[in-house]
C-alpha cells in the first residue's frame, strides 16, 4: 500500500490549494479514505472523510464550507480542495485509509495506512 500526497505549498490568507493523494497497492474504489492535518506544536486533526463511492463525505468543523474532499476511482486519486484558506490552515496534511468494511467516521481514530504529508503554508 502507498499513498503518495502532493500539491501544498504557500499562499496567502484567501488563496486556495488543491491536494492530491495518489494511491497504489490496493483497490482504490473499495475503501473509503480521509484527510488528516498536523500544524506545528499540535497534535493531528481530523478534516474531512469520503466513502468508497464518493457519495458521502463529512468534514470538521474548522473546514466545513471552505474544504471539498473528492475522489476519482478510476484514477486512484483523493483530493481535498481547499478554498478561502486561513494562516490557522498551516499545517502538514495527510492522506490515510480505512481498512476494508470499514466505515468512514468522525476523528483520526479506524485508518490504517497513511501517507508521508504534504506542507501546505498560509501567510497572513
Known amino acids: 500500500v502507498q499513498l503518495v500526497e502532493s500539491g501544498g505549498g504557500m499562499v496567502q490568507s484567501g488563496g486556495s490549494l488543491r491536494l492530491s493523494c495518489a494511491a497504489s497497492?490496493?483497490?482504490?474504489?473499495?475503501?473509503?479514505m480521509s484527510w488528516a492535518r498536523q500544524a506545528p506544536g499540535k497534535g493531528p486533526e481530523w478534516v474531512s472523510s469520503?466513502?468508497?463511492?464518493?457519495?458521502?463525505?463529512d468534514y470538521s468543523d474548522s473546514v466545513k464550507g471552505r474544504f471539498t474532499i473528492s475522489r476519482d476511482n478510476a484514477n486512484g486519486t483523493l483530493y481535498l480542495q481547499m478554498n478561502s484558506l486561513k494562516p490557522e490552515d498551516t499545517a502538514l496534511y495527510y492522506c490515510?485509509?480505512?481498512?476494508?468494511?470499514?466505515?468512514?467516521?468522525?476523528?483520526?481514530?479506524?485508518?490504517?495506512?497513511w501517507g508521508q504529508g504534504t506542507q501546505v503554508t498560509v501567510s497572513s
Open positions: 497497492g490496493f483497490t482504490f474504489n473499495r475503501y473509503d
Open positions: 490515510a485509509r480505512y481498512p476494508l468494511w470499514t466505515t468512514m467516521r468522525v476523528g483520526l481514530s479506524g485508518h490504517d495506512y
Open positions: 469520503i466513502n468508497a463511492d464518493g457519495s458521502r463525505t
